[in-house]
Structure formats: structure tokens, C-alpha cells
């Protein structure tokens, strides 16, 4: 009767090993922001999220403060659970009052937050990168383009969509976001006059699909004349392979994106504008995802 017994109770200890092994092996140090990157105006009633990841059990983070941004509130979402950890944002919103800006000022690059956690400490956490660039107030009464609409799918694909009040000229395309990084982020551009081709203008002023459309924009030869009544639509495209090559491995890696690239124009008295086309991606992260997370942060020193 003892053997038995004791069997069961050498592989009911040997389960409990190994299973005390493996969550041990799944728990994060401590809570970890995600990477972003944010680069939008600095401006009364702006805001923008910072995810997180932490474990179930232990530190949790229960309050945010942003150094660089003293009037800034901060407003917890809704978590999601995974099998060891929970993902959770944030929102950062500049309040109505209390928040000024001066348009000569520099822009601010946030790279850190404070975390006050659970046990009453606190400790500065890498986010990524943020900027946010005050803006100039537009004092002319005055624009060349009047927005017609936008959208984004599930695919990371999205567009804007204007249509031009004067004849101009396209100038340029502004980004901020880095070329060589992950995901790499494809630009599109296209410009239809009014009175050409009924049906695909049809399709432009629906509205009902986020698909990409136009010429890349490196294959574009700035300047670029446009009519007025033109609709010009400026569409993106997210990418990663998730390949793991030497060039993969060392880049940058984001999974939030937040910003602006802004097509540069000008009227034939010189008056100069910006289309401006928002960039709005957030990594759908799987199991495996959060495993490499965790594996990266418990290698670190």
C-alpha cells in the first residue's frame, strides 16, 4: 500500500514543480509599458494611450504621471487578460484649463513615465517615444483643403480623403516616423479630378472601405500640380513580416503608432498648407507575443 501511496505523492510533488517552474518562468519582473510611438500636436484637449503589460499576481501600477505634462490627467481603460498577465492602457489627456502652449516653444520627447505601484513605490518606466510639438495658431481665415473623410480596418490599412478648394501644388510628403523601423509603414498618395472617371470618384466619397489607393510616394516626382475640385486621398499601409533576420532583430519595434504625415502644399500667391493623414496602429498581440515580452524583460540585468 506505501508504494503506491508514495508514488502518488512523488508525481503529485513532481507536477507541482514543474508547474510552479512554469509560472514562475511566465512572470514579469515588474509592470512593462509596451513601445509607442507618438508624435502628435501639443495642444489643449489632446490625448493619447500608453499600454502595459502586468502579472496577475504582485506590483501593479495604479497610478501614471507624466513629468513633462504636470496639468495632464490620466484615466485607466479596460484590461485584457491574458494567461499569466493582464494588458492594460491608459489615457493621457492635456486638461482644458491649465494646459498652455507656446508655438516657439520646443517639442516634447517623452521617453519615460512614473508608475507609482501597488506597494507604494515608484520607478520610472521607458514608453518609447512620444513627441508633442506646439502649434501655431492658423490666423488666415484661409485652407486649401476641405477633409471629405477617413478610416481605418483591422487589416492596418488606412486613409484620408480631401478635396482641394484652390488649384496648388503638392510639395512634398512630411513623416515622422522612422523608415528603417517595424512595422515599416508604406505611403500612398492620389489626386483625381472631379470631373474624371464617375464611378471610382463613387467609390472615393463612399467611404465604406480603408483600402490602399494611389502611387507610393516615393515613386512620386514632387511638384505635383492639382486642380481645384480635386479629391486627394493619402492612404498607409502597416507592414511586418515578423521575420527574424539580423536587420528584424536590431530594429526598433512599436506596437502602438500615433501620428501624422502631412502633405506639403502651396497656392499660386505663395499661402502654404498641410494635408494631414492620422496614423493609427496598435499590435494585436498574441500569446506568443506576450511570451517573447516576458522572455526579453527577465533576460535584462
Do not use: C
Amino acid at each position: 500500500m506505501k508504494n503506491p501511496l508514495i508514488a502518488v505523492f512523488l508525481l503529485a510533488l513532481a507536477s507541482w514543480i514543474g508547474n510552479l517552474w512554469v509560472y514562475e518562468k511566465n512572470q514579469l519582473p515588474e509592470p512593462v509599458f509596451l513601445s509607442h510611438f507618438i508624435d502628435l500636436p501639443l495642444e489643449e484637449g489632446a490625448s493619447f494611450k500608453l499600454s502595459y503589460l502586468e502579472n496577475h499576481r504582485g506590483l501593479h501600477i495604479v497610478d501614471v504621471e507624466v513629468p513633462e505634462l504636470p496639468y495632464a490627467s490620466v484615466n485607466f481603460l479596460n484590461k485584457n487578460r491574458y494567461a499569466y498577465q493582464n494588458y492594460q492602457s491608459v489615457l493621457i489627456s492635456l486638461e482644458q484649463q491649465g494646459q498652455e502652449t507656446d508655438p516657439s516653444a520646443a517639442p516634447l520627447h517623452i521617453k519615460q513615465v512614473r508608475a507609482w505601484l501597488s506597494d507604494g513605490s515608484s520607478r520610472m518606466l521607458d514608453i518609447g517615444d512620444v513627441t508633442l510639438t506646439p502649434q501655431a495658431k492658423n490666423t488666415a481665415d484661409r485652407s486649401l483643403f476641405e477633409f471629405s473623410s477617413g478610416g481605418t480596418s483591422n487589416q492596418n490599412v488606412g486613409y484620408t480623403l480631401v478635396t482641394t478648394k484652390e488649384d496648388l501644388i503638392l510639395t512634398g510628403v512630411e513623416s515622422p516616423y522612422p523608415d528603417d523601423n517595424y512595422p515599416r509603414m508604406k505611403l500612398y498618395l492620389d489626386a483625381l479630378s472631379l470631373e474624371q472617371e464617375p464611378g471610382y470618384r463613387t467609390s472615393l466619397q463612399s467611404g465604406d472601405k480603408a483600402e490602399v489607393e494611389g502611387l507610393p510616394v516615393e515613386e512620386i516626382s514632387f511638384p505635383v500640380a492639382v486642380k481645384k475640385g480635386s479629391y486627394m486621398r493619402l492612404s498607409y499601409r502597416l507592414e511586418d513580416t515578423g521575420t527574424d533576420t539580423p536587420e528584424h532583430k536590431a530594429a526598433e519595434k512599436y506596437n502602438r503608432i500615433e501620428g501624422a504625415v502631412r502633405v506639403k502644399a502651396q497656392a499660386s500667391d505663395g499661402f502654404k498648407d498641410d494635408m494631414a493623414g492620422f496614423i493609427r496602429y496598435e499590435s494585436d498581440l498574441s500569446a506568443s507575443d506576450i511570451r517573447k515580452i516576458v522572455q526579453t524583460r527577465r533576460e535584462l540585468p
